[in-house]
């Protein structure tokens, strides 16, 4: 079951945790999350799953940043968010959907006991300028059935930035 907006609202603070809130933001049964002026490009056309591959940091200017086609973007947003009693769900909003732009290309499922900022991977099918701060994706809430063990990876939880992918840790093993 999906949890309505008011019901977000009631639970801010008791087991659902949304900072910075904003009442206007909030939609019939999700809340909307908006872009950081930071995004992280990969410097290497070829990525290695078995290494850290790195990254540089660009900023987004009052004027906007046009993103290329065929390039992937990591982003984060704005809002830091966190639960321990529900799953969260992340969503592009269909206005941006419309203009071409993915906020996720994988990453929209999240764990019971995720804490932390939402990093973003953004592509889009042709050229677009975008801005921070605009209302980029939505969050919504699933309640959770059954016994479960909280999300306690060291990978990501409790991140404060941006986070690139962190699965050459796991050939470390």
Same mark, same amino acid.
């Given at each position: 079951? *999906? ?8 639970? #801010?603070?008791?087991?659902? !945790?949304?900072?910075?809130? @904003?009442?206007?933001?909030? $939609? /019939? $049964?999700?809340? $909307? ?12 056309? =070829? ?8 990254? @540089? %940091?660009? *900023?987004?200017? /009052? ?8 390039? #992937?973007?990591?982003? %984060?947003? !704005? ?13 592009? %909003?269909?206005?941006?959907? %419309?203009?071409? #732009? ?9 764990? =019971? ?11 889009? !099918?042709?050229?677009?300028? !975008?801005?921070?701060? =605009?209302?980029?994706?939505? *969050? &919504? &809430? ?21 986070? /690139?992918? #962190?699965?050459? @840790?796991?050939?470390?093993?």
């Amino acid at each position: 079951m *999906i949890l309505s907006g008011e019901e977000i609202k009631d639970k #801010l603070g008791k087991g659902i !945790i949304i900072e910075p809130f @904003k009442e206007e933001q909030l $939609n /019939p $049964n999700s809340y $909307n999350l908006k872009l950081h002026n930071e995004l992280l490009v990969y410097e290497d056309h =070829v990525l290695d799953m078995k290494k850290e591959n790195k990254a @540089k %940091r660009i *900023i987004i200017s /009052p004027e906007g940043l046009l993103l290329e086609p065929n390039k #992937l973007y990591l982003g %984060r947003t !704005i809002e830091y968010t966190k639960t321990d009693e529900y799953v969260p769900m992340l969503e592009g %909003r269909s206005s941006i959907g %419309r203009l071409g #732009l993915f906020i996720h290309v994988t990453a929209g499922f999240g764990d =019971v006991g995720f804490s932390g900022y939402w990093t973003l991977e953004m592509f889009c !099918i042709q050229p677009i300028r !975008i801005y921070s701060e =605009v209302e980029i994706c939505q *969050i &919504y &809430y699933h309640k959770i059935q059954g016994d479960y063990n909280k999300y306690i990876s060291g990978k990501y939880q409790n991140n404060n930035d941006i986070q /690139p992918s #962190l699965l050459f @840790k796991d050939f470390e093993r």
